[in-house]
């Protein structure tokens, strides 16, 4: 079974430039979430759709930050302008529904640094 | 919030030591309680999880947690380590009440030395 997929896998930009990532989860699953890992600090909810609806998106800093899941399948996220603090690594999970039973399974995540 | 706090940032041990990575987790009406572990460059992998049922969970590579809902903690276990257990250890809460987030620990760093 393939796994989630993440890319780029690493992205070097400016302060003040865009940059998006993109997710494509795990074929059926319904749930799809982005988090941030910041280094030293575990992971954190950005958002969470529910096919192409928000569950969640209640820690995503939507000045500069936006996401997207069309069709309920593939999943960007954007910064837009990056700022220092925004340097991370940006995990993409996903989980067949978001009952409390079931695994969110992770992508190997895009390591984003801002300089 | 939900809050999860790993008293440990790093561990190092030798090789065939047994080892223990503490979490502790903020109250709640339910939960439920996982450990993922992160090798270098990779995502989080599931390591075992606690929903309901017998307290001691046994996971993937030789790992166990046990549930304490008195001391409200999930500390994860093993017997003897081996070089290639060496990662980053989360441990995660979800509330019964949330459609699924996980609120994560910063990570407990285990090295295991030869």
């Known amino acids: 079974e393939a796994g989630v997929a993440q890319s780029p896998r690493y992205k070097i930009i400016e302060k003040r430039q865009s940059v998006a990532f993109w997710c494509n989860p795990i074929s059926g699953h319904a749930t799809l979430y982005w988090y941030q890992q910041i280094l030293g600090q575990g992971p954190k909810l950005l958002i969470q759709?529910?096919?192409?609806?928000?569950?969640?998106d209640s820690q995503l800093p939507k000045d500069r930050f936006s996401a997207e899941r069309l069709k309920g399948v593939d999943s960007t996220l954007k910064i837009q302008p990056a700022k220092l603090e925004d340097s991370a690594v940006y995990l993409c999970?996903?989980?067949?529904?978001?009952?409390?039973?079931?695994?969110?399974?992770f992508g190997q995540g895009t390591r984003l640094t801002v300089v | 919030a939900q809050s999860v706090t790993q008293l440990d940032s790093q561990v190092p041990v030798f090789e065939e030591a047994p080892v223990e990575l503490r979490c502790n987790y903020s109250?709640?009406?339910?939960?439920?309680l996982f450990w993922y572990v992160q090798y270098p460059n990779q995502g989080l992998q599931l390591l075992l999880k606690?929903?309901?049922?017998?307290?001691l969970v046994k996971g993937i590579n030789g790992f166990e947690a046990e549930f304490n809902k008195s001391q409200t903690s999930f500390h994860l276990r093993k017997p003897s380590v081996h070089i290639s257990d060496t990662a980053e250890y989360f441990c995660?809460?979800?509330?019964?009440?949330?459609?699924?987030?996980?609120?994560f620990g910063r990570g407990t760093q285990l090295t295991v030395w030869p």
């Open positions: 995660a809460v979800r509330r019964g009440s949330t459609l699924g987030r996980l609120y």
């Open positions: 999970a996903s989980s067949f529904n978001p009952d409390r039973n079931t695994e969110a399974f």
């Open positions: 606690y929903l309901s049922g017998s307290t």
């Open positions: 759709f529910q096919n192409n609806g928000v569950v969640d």
């Open positions: 109250s709640s009406v339910s939960v439920y």
